[in-house]
């Protein structure tokens, strides 16, 4: 634990060393700016200011740009304002404010087309192409991509149309078209070899490997990093070094789907994710050194190494959670270096006010009565805000205590809930351990299925126990579209067939074949698939549970219905709260936390719907939820 602080320590030392160096070139850049007289000059050096920090503080970059895009549009220069808009481009993207964005590479663009730069029109034409890729707007990223390809056909620039093809794949890998993708990437390669470039085949060989790596197809990724590492040199040895993790992590899934070389697989695995984690500490990438861990935390557990996988999983969470809180620190101290500059900009600005009314006594004398006015309303104003904030500071440190004290509650449960699979679990290996030489084949047997039940069990909740955590901080991908209802349905009713055939339960499925739902394909596939569940574990054997659906003018309304052991009105009234420990188990010892309702709930309401239960004990329970039709959205 001591190392891994030791090491974030200096990372974070690292970080604010080089941020200093941005500071003391950006403190020259400004008082060359005061000293420059002619606009255009102005607009270089803001504009070597706005590049000189967009990458690690894009708010504070697009200050200048914006001050620089002002100077370029008051005298016209079109070369400047394709600069500065290019520049405030990769600010907004940066930040992802990816409408400012495009609208800034579309002016740069404009610019460069009325200068006939075929380079500038190429380098716009590609921005414009990779964020739509990050919009998902795929036909229109095409359409750029290929304009820039005519232009640097044109200019016979093959720096820039291997650039250009390696973009086109990355369209076509984010499309899931892995052969056009492999294809582009092989053309890019053969580019980068033309011109002698064996780091840019390098990258076209890591991106190939990844994407055989993605469709399983190990042999052929190891195969592909491989060359990747012939390629990559030492100017490119973060590259190199995102190759090593690469192939270790393709020889642990080989190990994994395959039992052939498993032992030799892993070691390979445990050797290149090493490798990579050294290099990787070296450059200080937070991002990178954690998913190292990560995987070496696998592959060990993976080799029978337990030991080794808990201390890298313990360092993979400890760094996880240390960049959390660098993020924060690093967007507070973002925040108030832009306030101060915004400060001193209006110091300048009373400074030269001042200035001006040195030769006039008495408009001095006005304006200090004038700013002592002002002063004096700042001062009123200030001290209402201040009493106003310190009101809804109270408000929010209550609001946090009852949050701490609700989820304290949470985790109550959720340690008592987990006890018991693990008690269980701890007593059937012990007993394993100790009496295996005594046992015969049927009492292996049992105590194997009901280990096996104990893991389901925890995996279960953990599963859940995740997802929620993943909800809680908006790390869910939300994507709502319109999906066939009935389509949804059968995947979560095939996913169950095992545990209601186990108990005879028969599922009945009454929705039309034409019915569109509109929501996020993965999140309506968790709420329908709990709910079911819920109904399978809590129906008595040779039960029955149907599935309809109707719509409204403005909602999609479901309901599963069960003839199981029903709810209480205590029950009812308690069951969607987190505090409330409801779980009970189902009628065939079925354990249950009662945390995948709550999770449903939460969906239903992030899709802008409502869930609602009717029950009666020893009669059944009806689930019903909404969703809005896609023309209410």
Not at 121 to 144: C, Q, T
Not at 409 to 416: L, T
Request: hydrophobic residues 35%; aromatic residues 10%.
């Amino acid at each position: 634990m001591k190392k891994i602080a030791v090491v974030i320590l200096m990372l974070v030392v690292n970080s604010i060393f080089a941020q200093n160096e941005e500071n003391k070139l950006i403190d020259s850049l400004k008082i060359e700016l005061t000293k420059a007289k002619a606009d255009s000059t102005k607009v270089n050096i803001l504009n070597q200011m706005t590049s000189s920090c967009y990458y690690e503080r894009p708010k504070i970059a697009a200050i200048y740009g914006e001050q620089a895009l002002k100077i370029a549009n008051k005298i016209d220069w079109q070369k400047g304002i394709g600069i500065t808009t290019n520049n405030l481009g990769i600010c907004y993207w940066v930040d992802a404010n990816f409408k400012e964005s495009i609208k800034n590479f579309q002016k740069s663009l404009l610019s460069y087309q009325y200068l006939e730069d075929q380079k500038g029109i190429s380098n716009a034409l590609n921005h414009l192409g990779l964020l739509d890729i990050e919009i998902k707007n795929y036909n229109r990223a095409f359409n750029y991509f290929f304009k820039a390809y005519k232009v640097n056909q044109i200019t016979k620039d093959k720096v820039a149309i291997g650039y250009n093809l390696s973009s086109i794949a990355k369209a076509y890998y984010q499309l899931k078209n892995y052969p056009k993708a492999i294809d582009y990437y092989l053309k890019a390669k053969e580019i980068y070899h033309s011109l002698y470039d064996k780091n840019g085949q390098g990258d076209c060989y890591n991106k190939i490997a990844k994407i055989y790596e993605d469709q399983k197809q190990y042999d052929k990724a190891i195969e592909y990093y491989k060359l990747a590492l012939i390629n990559f040199d030492e100017r490119a040895k973060y590259f190199l070094t995102d190759s090593y993790l690469g192939i270790g992590r393709t020889y642990h899934n080989l190990a994994v789907e395959s039992k052939n070389n498993k032992s030799q697989n892993l070691h390979l695995s445990i050797y290149y994710l090493n490798k990579a984690l050294n290099i990787f500490t070296e450059f200080g990438t937070f991002d990178k050194i954690n998913e190292c861990h990560e995987e070496l935390h696998k592959a060990y557990r993976d080799n029978g190494d337990y030991k080794l996988s808990l201390e890298h999983f313990e360092k993979y969470i400890e760094i996880k959670e240390s960049i959390l809180s660098y993020k924060n620190e690093a967007k507070l101290a973002e925040i108030r270096t832009q306030k101060l500059i915004e400060l001193r900009n209006k110091q300048i600005e009373i400074q030269k006010l001042k200035i001006k009314s040195d030769s006039r006594k008495l408009y001095l004398l006005v304006t200090v009565t004038l700013a002592t006015a002002i002063l004096l309303v700042l001062f009123l104003n200030l001290y209402v805000s201040k009493k106003r904030s310190n009101k809804l500071l109270l408000e929010k440190n209550q609001e946090i205590g009852d949050i701490n004290n609700q989820k304290d509650k949470f985790f109550s449960i959720i340690a008592h809930d987990l006890r018991g699979p693990f008690n269980g679990f701890l007593g059937l290996t012990e007993l394993l351990a100790e009496d295996i030489d005594s046992m015969d084949k049927e009492d292996i047997q049992f105590t194997a299925v009901n280990m096996k039940s104990s893991a389901y069990s925890l995996s279960r909740l953990l599963d859940n126990l995740l997802e929620w955590s993943r909800m809680e901080q908006g790390l869910i991908p939300f994507s709502p579209k319109e999906h066939n209802l009935l389509k949804v349905v059968k995947e979560c009713t095939a996913t169950l067939h095992d545990a209601s055939n186990k108990k005879n339960i028969i599922i009945e499925t009454s929705v039309d074949e034409a019915l569109e739902i509109y929501a996020d394909h993965h999140i309506s596939q968790s709420i329908i698939r709990n709910i079911l569940s819920n109904a399978i574990k809590f129906t008595p054997k040779n039960g029955k549970i149907k599935i309809e659906a109707k719509e409204d003018t403005h909602n999609t309304i479901i309901s599963i219905s069960d003839t199981g052991i029903g709810m209480n009105a205590k029950m009812l009234n308690s069951i969607f709260n987190i505090d409330v420990k409801n779980n009970r188990r189902g009628t065939d010892d079925e354990p249950s936390s009662g945390l995948g309702l709550i999770l449903c709930k939460e969906f239903i309401e992030k899709h802008g719907g409502k869930i609602w239960i009717e029950s009666e004990v020893n009669i059944g329970s009806t689930f019903y939820f909404s969703f809005p039709k896609a023309s209410i959205n």
